[in-house]
């Protein structure tokens, strides 16, 4: 979902392109380039060179967002795409899924996004999928100690060591909302309140510090338009990114190759 600045994660590798797809971050992680790709063959047989790759990457965010049933948002469009890509920015830019708190903060803070956004943004784990390998460190070594989180509920911990085991099994997926994975709403923030959390990164915004952070995760749960409202705004400001315009960049033919 995330990318590095002013640089576009949607090129493949080529004679000047080190794509980001091979981050570590990214590489067997990021899916679905296939419906970007559909979307833009479609979009350049009836309108050549107009809407760009980037543009049409923030519209299927926004449209995945309201057709799983979470809030719609006004959405400014006129990016341009990046020629360029950037494996150290993608490696360095991009929280882990063990991130601490403090970690989270500091990577969103770099790229113009507050705590705010943080638990906004992080809402988004209210659909989709996660590999074993991203939460497995939970389950076996938390700390260096042999030892599981101590802030995950013990009878979804065994849920979870069953789909994961401590040796292999990496590439078995579990939800990051078990409780509703298809579904936009504000479930995420319920479990991580009960401890259900799936990743360290998302459970720490409610044990990470006494702060800001577990407030907005109470309130979240409390009230789920206050989140669809934030969500929204958050989704907006990070698309407004450093966006490349006016004769920056190009609009490409083919989202995964430089004109
Ligand atoms: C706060 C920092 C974040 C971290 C550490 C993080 C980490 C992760 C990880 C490790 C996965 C599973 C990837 C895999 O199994 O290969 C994942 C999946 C996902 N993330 Fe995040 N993420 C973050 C922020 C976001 C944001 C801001 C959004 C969107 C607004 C988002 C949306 C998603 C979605 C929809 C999936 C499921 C993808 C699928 O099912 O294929 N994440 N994230």
């Known amino acids: 979902m995330l990318q590095g600045c002013d640089a576009s994660v949607l ?66 469009l006129g990016r341009r795409d990046s020629k360029t890509a950037s494996l150290t920015t993608s490696n360095t830019n991009i929280p882990p899924p063990n991130s601490t708190l403090q970690n989270l903060e500091t990577l969103f803070k770099r790229q113009g996004l507050d705590e705010v ?22 389950l076996y070594n938390q700390n260096g100690n042999n030892q599981p989180d101590q802030t995950l509920d013990k009878g979804y911990y065994y849920n979870l060591k069953s789909v ?54 109470k309130r979240y749960a409390e009230d789920e338009s206050l989140f669809f409202d934030q969500f929204a705004k958050s989704m907006v400001k990070m698309g407004n990114i450093s966006p490349l315009t006016g004769f920056k960049g190009e609009v490409r033919k083919n989202c995964r190759r430089v004109d």
Not at 192 to 217: H, R, Y
Request: charged letters at 20%.
């Open 11 to 76: 090129l493949d590798d080529s004679a000047t392109i080190v794509s980001e797809k091979n981050s570590g971050p990214n590489k067997n992680s990021l899916r679905g380039f296939e419906v970007i790709d559909e979307i833009k063959t479609k979009l350049e047989e009836v309108c050549p060179q107009t809407v760009s790759c980037a543009d049409i990457l923030a519209l299927a965010a926004r449209g995945s967002t309201v057709l799983s049933g979470g809030p719609n948002w006004e959405l400014p």
């Open 117 to 138: 956004d943080l638990v906004a943004l992080s809402g988004g784990h209210t659909i989709g999928m996660a590999r074993c390998v991203t939460f497995k460190q939970r």
């Open 164 to 217: 994961c085991p401590q040796s292999g099994g990496d590439n078995n997926i579990s939800p990051l909302d078990f409780a509703s994975p298809a579904k936009f709403d504000n479930t995420y923030f319920k479990l991580i309140l009960w401890g259900k959390g799936l990743l360290t990164s998302d459970e720490v915004l409610f044990t990470g510090s006494a702060g800001t952070t577990m407030q907005l995760v």
